[in-house]
Structures are given as C-alpha cells and as structure tokens.
C-alpha cells in the first residue's frame, strides 16, 4: 500500500457544485495531516492543516478519520479559481518535518 | 519578503552535461527540502537539511545527484552526469516551525529541467 493515495481524477464540475476529494494514508502513528494546491506549472502552496477530526475555512472542509486512517476535503459552491491539483500530504513522524505527498486529485470547475 | 528563491528556472542541456540547481531559502528559515516532480511519479523528496546537516538523503536516485547547503541562506542540488530520465521540475522548500510543530513548507517556484 502507498504512503498516500489520492484519486487522480480530474473532477469535472460545474461552478457551484460541491465537491469532495478522499485521501488515504497508511502510518497510523500521523498526527497532523495537510492540502496543499498547486496550480498548472507553479508550486504547490499550503491550503489547509488539519490537526484533530476537522477544520474548516470558508467554503472549504477538511476532515480526519483515524480510525479509517482517510482525510477528506470538501469544496462548497466552486469556483473557476478552484481549478487545480489538490495534494495531500502526511508527515513522517519522528520529527524534521518530512512529508509525504500523495500524487493529488486534479479539480477542473467549469461555467 | 521574497520567499523562497531558485535559480536557473529554466534549464535546457544535454545528456552528460553537469547541471546545478540553486536554492536560497527564507531568511530564518532553518530547514530545507529538495523535491523533484514528474507526471509519473509526483512529488518526489530526494534531500532534506536541517540547520544546513544533512539529514535524509535516501530519496537522492544515485550517485549522480549530490546536495550541499554551506550556510543557512544557500543550497545547490547538482547532477553529474545529466540523463534524459532527469527531465523534471525541482523544487525546493523551507519551513519555520511553529507551536504546533507546523509542517507548513514553502516552495521555491521551481526549476524545469530538460535534458537532450
């Protein structure tokens, strides 16, 4: 099993629409869990940390289950500037910050 | 601020040529990352520094790639020799860590590498 899997996608959605992305990782011991997005030929930027079941920041939801060891990150009434790659991304324990990212779950949102 | 900085952002050359990579980290900024990103195989950690050591090399593909960091503001990544499996874009990274032991890297705008 990989460190962290994503759904490649893409997702193809109307603006407007919800949706929901699923992660899954495989070291139990994480703690903390991240998004990143990265826009077409850019560098990946940090959307949201996600340190206990949840966090949420406007439109956008992150979620933790632990017990299924899967991380999820629900967009509310897209945008076209939604339109990108979605990474998830889980740390190495054992400090020194290493993360591990998933390949990401491509977002097309169109008008 | 003018975070993380990289040099060349372009870099065209052929096959067994030495390419280095430049990296200058955010200023406070006390550990550094190395990645390399393709279409088939993501993002990929090759090195981390951690105050200019170090730390986790095992990412690095072969001996062909080496990485140093002689001071905190300055890091290179270099192949030598260049292969065409090579091509790919690499990026750097540094964090500040926060209360929470954040994990929050910030990227370089990254190197797009083609070798011939």
């Known amino acids: 099993r990989k460190e962290v899997e994503q759904d490649p996608g893409p997702f193809n959605v109307p603006e407007g629409a919800t949706v929901a992305f699923n992660c899954t990782y495989s070291?139990?011991?994480?703690?903390?869990f991240f998004w990143y997005r990265q826009d077409c030929r850019k560098e990946p930027k940090l959307l949201m940390s996600?340190?206990?079941s949840g966090n949420e920041d406007g439109r956008f939801t992150a979620q933790l289950n632990r017990a299924s060891q899967y991380i999820s990150l629900l967009i509310r009434d897209s945008k076209l500037s939604d339109s990108a790659t979605y990474l998830c991304?889980?740390?190495?324990?054992?400090?020194?910050?290493?993360?591990?990212f998933g390949a990401g779950t491509r977002l097309a949102v169109h008008p | 601020d003018a975070g993380v900085i990289q040099s060349p952002r372009h870099e065209v050359t052929e096959m067994g040529q030495e390419v280095t990579l430049r990296c200058k980290p955010i200023?406070?900024?006390?550990?550094l990352f190395w990645y390399r990103q393709t279409m088939m195989r993501g993002l990929e950690l090759l090195i981390y520094?951690?105050?200019?050591?170090?730390?986790?090399d095992s990412g690095m593909p072969e001996d062909r790639f080496s990485a140093k960091m002689p001071n905190a503001s300055f890091s290179t990544l270099k192949i030598q020799p260049s292969e065409p499996r090579d091509s790919a874009v690499y990026f750097c990274?540094?964090?500040?860590?926060?209360?929470?032991?954040?994990?929050?890297?910030?990227f370089g705008p990254g190197t797009r590498l083609t070798v011939l």
């Open positions: 991304v889980v740390p190495i324990s054992g400090g020194y910050n290493k993360l591990i």
């Open positions: 070291n139990s011991a994480s703690q903390s």
């Open positions: 996600v340190y206990s």
């Open positions: 200023s406070g900024h006390n550990s």
């Open positions: 520094f951690n105050n200019n050591v170090p730390i986790d």
């Open positions: 990274a540094s964090i500040i860590p926060t209360f929470r032991g954040s994990n929050e890297q910030f």
